[in-house]
């Protein structure tokens, strides 16, 4: 065997372990999420968040949905064409592939050998590069899922069918409107981001609504849509996160009953210092404890 199959070898064997090590210790917090079932408050039960979306989404589909299309016709083209030229960082594809290649290469690590900090950045940004790659995969099948079952004509059918046409199980792409799967994706990646950076959660959530908004805004969507894939986004990767925080996982439940990360901005900031320092070759990366019991045994020989 060649030393490049040796080395692909090793690898796959270090990632097959580390999985399996990531996994005991999910499966080993199951315990502690059984001791930390404080009822949702009002506003984020599963009935309540039902209740917003029929309230949302059929106002939408009354009051927007019928003037949205003939009001997009009267705007100047240039209008669209602003929106056409950010409203794809809403595709699923590049927030899985570079989260799902986040993982896999630090899978393909030996944390174990690294100092403190550097084993505590590759926790975390796997645990949160996981969290925002199974939130957007997950909401985008639920997504797809709706839309191919609903049948709802798209907005270029309007003048045809209206705005308010279903052919359940039509399995047509011109039939599957509702919900919006740009706009589900954009919720469950700016839900992510928001409880990952809450310092930024303001800004993200502008973003987000901007990013969903220009699915309207070159007629891909009806305003309906848009609001019940966001809702359907959001929810998702809310239970996601509350799943995680009773769990310790990447995040934990204040005593006011807040979701927090577990890493705060202390300790990022001193993650990064450390990466940033290994980088520049400043510092070595390996644990302080092997430098120290390496030294040992050279005195020792030497003695």
């Known amino acids: 065997m060649s030393n490049s199959s040796k080395f692909v070898w090793h690898v796959l064997a270090r990632m097959r372990g580390n999985s399996r ?20 408050p009002p ?28 009001w997009l016709r009267s705007l100047p083209g240039e209008y669209r064409a602003a929106f056409r030229t950010f409203t794809d960082i809403g ?47 997950a909401t985008g099948l639920l997504a797809i899922a709706f839309k191919w079952s609903l049948g709802r004509a798209r907005p270029k059918l309007y003048e045809e069918v209206g705005p308010v046409r279903f052919d ?50 070159v007629g891909a969507h009806y305003p309906s849509d848009v609001i019940a894939g966001t809702l359907l986004g959001m929810t998702f990767t809310f239970f996601t996160v509350r799943a995680m925080a009773r769990r310790r996982i990447g995040f934990h439940l204040s005593s006011s009953g807040k979701i927090v990360p577990n890493m ?24 302080v404890e092997a430098e120290v019991a390496a030294a040992d045994t050279t005195e020792r020989t030497s003695a």
């Not at 469950?188 to 609504?209: N, Q």
């Open 264 to 287: 705060n901005v202390l300790s990022a900031k001193a993650c990064v210092r450390a990466v940033w320092q290994v980088l520049r070759g400043q510092r070595g990366a390996d644990r």
């Open 43 to 70: 506003g984020q039960r599963p009935q309540d968040i039902l209740a917003v979306l029929l309230l949302t989404v059929g106002i939408a589909v009354v009051a927007f949905d019928v003037p949205t299309y003939p």
């Open 91 to 137: 595709k699923a594809d590049w927030i899985l592939v570079s989260t799902g290649l986040c993982c896999l290469f630090l899978l393909a690590l030996d944390a174990g050998r690294y100092a403190f900090r550097l084993r505590m950045a590759i926790g975390a940004v796997f645990t949160y590069a996981a969290f925002i790659f199974y939130s957007v995969a």
């Open 21 to 40: 090590r990531a996994a005991i210790l999910f499966s080993g917090r199951r315990e502690r999420a059984r001791h930390n079932r404080d009822p949702l």
């Open 168 to 217: 359940f199980l039509a399995f047509d792409g011109t039939f599957t409107s509702f919900p919006s799967g740009h706009s589900t994706t954009v919720a469950a990646l700016a839900t992510a981001l928001a409880f990952i950076f809450p310092a930024y959660r303001w800004l993200i959530i502008v973003a987000g609504f901007w990013l969903a908004f220009s699915r309207v805004m």
